[in-house]
Structures are given as structure tokens and as C-alpha cells.
């Protein structure tokens, strides 16, 4: 009986194995844009093919979105008091009006179980938690006009438009230094991955990088685009959401975060993109190890259940 068992463990295990072996070694991610203009939110795969243009729609100026698990957050400037409200990836909506009384809220990123909201005038980064509760609504404040936030650690790392700053404060509120990075023309979407920060300066229309201790390692790592507003980071991709002058036929391109052209025009057709997100999906060999550690740890309770019978 105890071999029988042992046996059925066994085979469960293998034949996980060979179905998860039979799938594309990753999974694709997908991408979540907002379209400022028809105020939407389009689901795409980061291949570019479309999902869902319309996933979410009914918004009332839709400007940044953050991602979470299976949540989006998502920030809309209209009408004044702005608001973030949360829906899921599927385009379910959970709470059109999670959080109100924003001043023009440009930029949201989450952090756990917190929300870090960019309010651009007046001048002032908000914290809440993803339930909706006020944490701090004056975390930092100006003088200064904030446009996007990237959080690593636990540092938020500030893009201010008009400035043409990065300023670098902790998650509780401190200034580690409000003017990291300085002489940027008009940055609005920031990125960070691992030790870099990827900057949006749409006065130039390019991509820069530095790192997050502050110093340049190419102001014009990307260039040639088209009134770029929001980016984010896969891996070792950027994601650039590309308005367009006048807003017409909005684009998503792809790079590497090495500054070489993967696909300019990935995505194209938007109305206005801003915001941009990114949502990966495990990968086969993570998947398969999470299986097999489930399974293993059923066979050995299995076992120690049964064995006062086999003695």
C-alpha cells in the first residue's frame, strides 16, 4: 500500500513535468497602456499584439497606472479632485474611486501593500495603502512639481518636469537628496532596474540612464522619439509609450535597456498613451519547481499519515 503510494506521488510529479515541459519556455507578460485621449485602459501582449484595446473604459482622464499581483491602479486628473481607482487585469472594476482629492495626481507606483501618488500641483508625493487608507497625504512635500515615481527599496525616486530634476527621498519621507540629477529637460516617466534609472526627457524626445547613486551613464541612451510620456521595465527591456505630436496614432516601442531598437512601432494606433505597465508572468521552470515542491510535500504528509498502518 505504502509503494502504491509512493508510486502515484511519483507519477503525478512526472507527468506535471512533462506538461509544463511541453510549454513555451517563458511565458509572455502583458502590457497595460493608458490611452489619455479616449480614456481607456488596452491590455497587449509584450509581443504587441492586442488583447483588449477597450479593457477598461469610462475613465475621466486617466493620466498613470501602477500594477500589483492582479490589481491596477490607476490615476485620473479629471474631474478636479482627481482620483485612483483600482480594477483588475481582467478590466473588472474593484473601486472606480478608491482614493479622491488629488491636485492633478501625474504618477502612481505601488510598494507592497502602499500607493505613492505624485500630486503635481500643489507639489506633493501622497501615501496611501492599496486598500485605500491615508498613510501620509503630505509624505513629501515641495517646493517642486512632481510628475512620476519609481520606487526601489526603499527609496522613491522623483521625476519634477519643471525643474528638470530627480530627486531621491526614502519611503518614509526623507530627503536623501531633492536634487540627485539635475539639467534634464522636461522628465516625466521614470523606470528603475537594479542600480539604474531610466528617464523620460520629453523636451529631447530621448531615454536616459543613470544610476541611482546619481551619475550619468548615457544621457541619450535612446533617441529619435515622439513626444515620450510613460515607460517601464521588463527584464532587461524598456517599454516607451510614444504621445505623438498632436496625439494621433500614439505608438508603444520596445528597446533593450541597453539602448538597442527592438521594435519602434511594437504597438500602434493608441489614442494618446501616458501611462504604461508591465505585467510579467512566471516562467516555466518556476512554475514546474512550485508544482513539484507541492507535490513532494503531499507525499510526505501522505506518508506520515498512513504509517501507523504499515507497522
Not at 499584439?49 to 492582479?70: D, K, Q
Not at 482614493?99 to 501593500?113: D, E, R, W
Not at 504597438?267 to 513532494?296: K, N
Request: proline share 5%; hydrophobic share 40%.
Amino acid at each position: 500500500m505504502k509503494s502504491k503510494s509512493i508510486l502515484v506521488v511519483l507519477f503525478a510529479i512526472l507527468s506535471a513535468a512533462t506538461a509544463l515541459w511541453a510549454m513555451p519556455a517563458t511565458a509572455r507578460g502583458q502590457i497595460f497602456v493608458v490611452n489619455h485621449q479616449n480614456e481607456t485602459i488596452g491590455e497587449y501582449t509584450t509581443s504587441g499584439a492586442t488583447v483588449n484595446a477597450s479593457l477598461i473604459s469610462g475613465l475621466n482622464g486617466p493620466y498613470a497606472i501602477a500594477a500589483s499581483g492582479a490589481n491596477l491602479f490607476v490615476a485620473n486628473i479629471n474631474p478636479n479632485p482627481g482620483t485612483i481607482g483600482e480594477y483588475t487585469t481582467s478590466g473588472a472594476t474593484v473601486n472606480a474611486s478608491l482614493i479622491t482629492a488629488f491636485n492633478f495626481p501625474l504618477g502612481v507606483a505601488v510598494s507592497g501593500t502602499n500607493l505613492f501618488v505624485a500630486n503635481f500641483n500643489p507639489g506633493a508625493i501622497s501615501e496611501y495603502t492599496t486598500s485605500g487608507a491615508t498613510v501620509n497625504a503630505s509624505l513629501v512635500t515641495g517646493p517642486f512639481n512632481p510628475n512620476s515615481i519609481a520606487v526601489s527599496g526603499t527609496n522613491l525616486f522623483i521625476t519634477d518636469s519643471v525643474a528638470g530634476t530627480i530627486g531621491e527621498y526614502t519611503t518614509s519621507g526623507a530627503t536623501v537628496n531633492a536634487t540627485l540629477i539635475t539639467g534634464l529637460n522636461q522628465p516625466y516617466g521614470i523606470a528603475v532596474s537594479g542600480t539604474n534609472l531610466f528617464v523620460v526627457n520629453r523636451g529631447t524626445n530621448t531615454i536616459g540612464e543613470y544610476t541611482t547613486s546619481g551619475a550619468t551613464v548615457n544621457a541619450s541612451l535612446i533617441t529619435g522619439l515622439d513626444f515620450p510620456q510613460g515607460m517601464a521595465v521588463s527584464g532587461t527591456n524598456l517599454f516607451v509609450a510614444n504621445y505623438k505630436t498632436g496625439g494621433n496614432d500614439g505608438t508603444i516601442g520596445e528597446y533593450t535597456t541597453s539602448g538597442a531598437t527592438v521594435n519602434a512601432s511594437l504597438i500602434t494606433g493608441l489614442s494618446g498613451p501616458d501611462g504604461i505597465a508591465v505585467v510579467p508572468e512566471p516562467s516555466t521552470w518556476a512554475m514546474l519547481a512550485t508544482g513539484a515542491s507541492a507535490l513532494l510535500l503531499f507525499s510526505r504528509r501522505y506518508r506520515w499519515r498512513r504509517k501507523p498502518m504499515n507497522d
